[in-house]
């Protein structure tokens, strides 16, 4: 790929970017926050993200064959547009909070689906059929990763509207596990 990098040490990069994107991603959709604080793991997951793409997207130099993993490559780097743009452009003001969970989500699941195929593709006991379901494993998976996916979207959605001020008018100082961390 590189010079002086061998293909299995370019692989083995490409996978702890995307699992640590995935795991970033999960974190930051747990508990979401506006704070200074929370710009790191969010910046984590972006990046690590953003790179986890690009690096995949380069395995056509090696062998090119366009596949659907390519595909949702390409849709992820587009969907960071408007995530980027709500996160650090618009910080995350008014409607853009929503853009903002909706792209962090879909590149969470994108990078999640990628991983999803590659463990059954590379898997000879996941690729092997019970006979006792009717449907499909990977469709079972890409199903729980759906509702994953949109538990996660709506939960952060929750923690960053600005509505959720109690009754009796005093707002509520919100712990996070990231401002914790910071």
């Given at each position: 790929?590189?010079?002086?990098v061998?293909l299995?040490?370019y692989t083995?990069a490409h996978v702890v970017?995307s699992?640590?994107?995935i795991?970033?991603?999960v974190l930051?959709?747990?508990?979401?926050s506006?704070t200074?604080?929370?710009f790191g793991v969010?910046?984590l997951?972006?990046?690590?993200?953003?790179?986890?793409n690009?690096?995949?997207?380069?395995?056509?130099i090696?062998f090119p064959?366009f596949g659907?993993?390519h595909?949702?490559?390409?849709?992820?780097?587009?969907?960071f547009?408007?995530?980027l743009?709500?996160?650090?452009?618009h910080?995350l003001a008014?409607?853009?909070?929503?853009v903002?969970?909706?792209?962090a989500?879909?590149l969470?699941?994108?990078n999640a689906?990628?991983?999803?195929?590659?463990v059954?593709?590379?898997?000879?006991y996941?690729?092997?059929?019970?006979?006792?379901?009717p449907v499909?494993?990977?469709?079972?998976a890409?199903l729980?990763?759906?509702?994953?996916c949109l538990?996660?979207?709506?939960?952060a959605?929750?923690?960053?509207?600005?509505d959720n001020?109690?009754?009796n008018g005093?707002?509520?100082k919100?712990?996070y596990?990231?401002?914790r961390?910071?």
């Amino acid at each position: 790929m590189f010079p002086g990098v061998s293909l299995s040490t370019y692989t083995t990069a490409h996978v702890v970017l995307s699992l640590i994107g995935i795991a970033a991603g999960v974190l930051v959709l747990l508990r979401p926050s506006r704070t200074p604080k929370a710009f790191g793991v969010t910046s984590l997951f972006l990046a690590t993200t953003l790179a986890g793409n690009v690096s995949g997207l380069l395995y056509l130099i090696v062998f090119p064959h366009f596949g659907v993993g390519h595909a949702i490559g390409i849709a992820s780097l587009i969907v960071f547009a408007p995530t980027l743009l709500a996160l650090w452009r618009h910080r995350l003001a008014g409607n853009w909070r929503h853009v903002w969970v909706a792209g962090a989500t879909t590149l969470l699941y994108f990078n999640a689906v990628i991983a999803v195929m590659q463990v059954f593709s590379k898997s000879s006991y996941l690729r092997t059929p019970p006979t006792t379901t009717p449907v499909s494993p990977p469709l079972l998976a890409h199903l729980l990763l759906v509702f994953v996916c949109l538990c996660l979207a709506l939960h952060a959605l929750g923690a960053l509207h600005s509505d959720n001020a109690p009754a009796n008018g005093r707002r509520v100082k919100h712990l996070y596990v990231v401002d914790r961390w910071g």
